[in-house]
């Protein structure tokens, strides 16, 4: 009777058994651990950022590029390519190059990841994590029974889920493949994938993996992934160079690092921070004969940096470069930097103006272009791409060049009174922004200047329908007749910002061809209409721009060249304009103040028009 007994439930088992040994191979081959675990580390490319002698760069946007760059010599070697290291504005007094960024290897969206080998990680941070969360690490299998148990009594008494047990290996295994819930189903998994780890990997690279992959926390929303990442981020520095004091502070924040986030939470991982400190000066990982703990006040301006690089805008900078430079790999890194460093400094100022407003830049070398929009939860290529704009005065220097072909010459002299037009739609006379000083300007003034009367006048005299078929060549888009639509010529035309790129890289190639005439009447920033804006570094220099305006300000633009790249900058208001009042906002106060930010401080000198 036993026996047969025996028999049914060793029959019964069997399905048991095979449902088990399935869950367990589904657990195993849906978790793809070969991409984490041992997996290659990228490589980095052998490429270097050129900062030019006699150009500017901002001391805390270069030292946190640096930090994230594959440089790591110390700072000190760089000191005596400046001028005065000690100021806020660095002149650069030696030309230096700088390795690039680091290659980004998280593949979430607004995340940084910066993986490292398993022996570039400090013995105090491997060591301290396994004697303060794991010590039987290096014996156990993946799992702990004694650490299992323990949870289980604990479970019991409360009724609930309340204590976890976990390794360093279950942690990992939670922390790339499921989510904080407390479930049996979740716990179970967890253990599968630990006890597997443990038998297929070695243990340093399971550590490995795990300083590589666990989250540690999020700065300017962006995640950091990484001890890395987080070594570089929180304390601008490569993990080689943490103190004891700094390490005990990113093991602190890995029981939580929202709950003990460094400018949310300060006193709090304050007090984790000095436990931890002392737990590692207790398992005698560094020297304590000396004083490397922190003063309130060393810990207050850890946090206020921290904050400053926040609200600059540095960390979705850095992150916004990098994804940037997987999909264009001649990226001028740093100019890419400064671009957005620059544009979240501008719309913070913008603000008590009006607070939707946005960013869009198309820029780079004539035969390149790279986009950036300040809007990060919006699409990219449309905004750029698709989204058109009134160009405003922008459309000026493109029709001079048309009168010139024409044969018209640049100092020929141009009646600056009012014309009139007798169109269908009635007469028309354009107004000026201000009053010409003179009945006659030579042209080149009339450009500067930015002046409307001259502009129709030129067209009207070489003839509607000839300006009309050179436009239409640039501009395909434009209403005809032009006889008909002559406001066409003041800007009242809408254009993509790219579309508005690619307009002015024909016209900087036509430029080259004909002698470059009216690049050069806009290359003088003390004659144009940016004369009251422009910086005293930049007052001297020679570079070509050209502002607009149009729709009561909510459209500004400025497009420019400094010989290294052409950028067309739109600055405007995003929403709906329906019952709204204009803004008082132009493009020699937003997007050329944006412009000018960018140029002078990039760690490039204005270069001349290159034709070849």
């Not at 003088?524 to 009561?552: E, W």
Request: glycine content about 6%; overall charge neutral; some cysteine.
């Amino acid at each position: 009777m036993l026996l047969k007994r025996l028999k049914i439930l060793l029959l019964l088992s069997v399905p048991f058994v095979a449902l088990c040994v399935i869950f367990v191979v589904k657990t195993i081959n849906d978790a793809d651990l070969s991409q984490v675990i041992s997996g290659k580390l990228s490589e980095h490319e052998q490429k270097s950022v050129i900062f030019e002698e006699g150009s500017f760069i901002v001391k805390d946007e270069f030292l946190f590029f640096k930090a994230n760059s594959n440089d790591e010599r110390f700072t000190s070697v760089f000191k005596n390519k400046f001028e005065n290291f000690n100021e806020r504005i660095l002149s650069i007094n030696e030309t230096f190059e700088l390795k690039a960024l680091k290659n980004n290897n998280c593949h979430y969206n607004r995340c940084l990841q910066y993986k490292i080998p398993f022996y570039n990680i400090p013995i105090i941070l491997s060591k301290g994590l396994i004697g303060i969360e794991d010590f039987r690490f290096l014996d156990h299998i993946g799992i702990d029974y004694i650490s299992i148990l323990r949870a289980i009594v604990a479970d019991i008494k409360a009724g609930a889920l309340v204590q976890g047990g976990s390794t360093l290996t279950q942690q990992l295994v939670k922390n790339i493949y499921f989510t904080n819930e407390k479930s049996f189903s979740r716990k179970i998994k967890e253990a599968i994938l630990a006890v597997y780890i443990d038998f297929k990997f070695e243990k340093s690279d399971i550590l490995e993996a795990y300083f590589n992959e666990v989250f540690w926390g999020s700065l300017g929303g962006v995640r950091v992934k990484g001890v890395h990442t987080a070594a570089v981020l929180y304390f601008n520095k490569p993990i080689s160079e943490l103190d004891p004091y700094e390490s005990a502070i990113l093991v602190s924040m890995l029981k939580g690092p929202g709950y003990y986030h460094p400018i949310y939470r300060t006193e709090r991982l304050k007090g984790r921070a000095n436990f931890i400190f002392n737990k590692l000066q207790d398992l005698n990982l560094f020297d304590s004969n000396e004083s490397y703990q922190w003063s309130d006040e060393k810990w207050d301006r850890w946090r206020q940096g921290l904050k400053d690089f926040q609200e600059k805008g540095f960390y979705e900078a850095i992150y916004l470069t990098t994804t940037r430079k997987n999909k264009d790999k001649d990226l001028n890194e740093y100019r890419f930097f400064k671009t957005v460093v620059a544009s979240k400094g501008l719309l913070e100022d913008l603000k008590k103006v009006e607070e939707n407003l946005a960013v869009k830049i198309s820029f780079g070398p004539k035969d390149k272009e790279t986009f950036y929009y300040s809007k990060f939860e919006r699409n990219v290529e449309k905004a750029l791409l698709e989204e058109r704009h009134g160009v405003g005065s922008t459309l000026k220097p493109v029709l001079y060049q048309i009168y010139l072909q024409h044969g018209y010459k640049i100092d020929d002299l141009v009646s600056t009174e009012p014309v009139t037009l007798d169109l269908i739609s009635g007469v028309w006379t354009p107004s000026e922004s201000h009053t010409p000083h003179a009945s006659e300007y030579p042209i080149s003034q009339a450009l500067q200047e930015s002046l409307n009367n001259p502009i129709v006048r030129l067209a009207r005299d070489i003839g509607f329908e000839k300006v009309e078929e050179d436009l239409k060549s640039r501009i395909a888009d434009i209403k005809t007749p032009l006889s008909e639509y002559p406001a066409q010529l003041l800007g009242a035309v809408e254009l993509s910002v790219h579309e508005l790129h690619q307009v002015y890289r024909d016209f900087l190639e036509k430029e080259c061809e004909q002698g470059s005439q009216v690049y050069e009447a806009l290359a003088d920033p003390r004659k144009t209409t940016i004369r009251r804006m422009v910086k005293p570094a930049l007052r001297d220099q020679h570079f070509f721009g050209k502002t607009g305006t149009s729709n009561n300000g909510f459209d500004n633009l400025f497009v420019g060249y400094d010989g290294h790249d052409l950028f067309t900058i739109w600055v405007g208001y995003e929403g709906s304009r329906a019952n709204k009042k204009g803004l008082r906002l132009y493009g020699s106060t937003t997007a050329f103040r944006l412009y000018q930010e960018i140029i002078l401080y990039s760690g490039q000198r204005i270069a001349s028009l290159a034709c070849e």
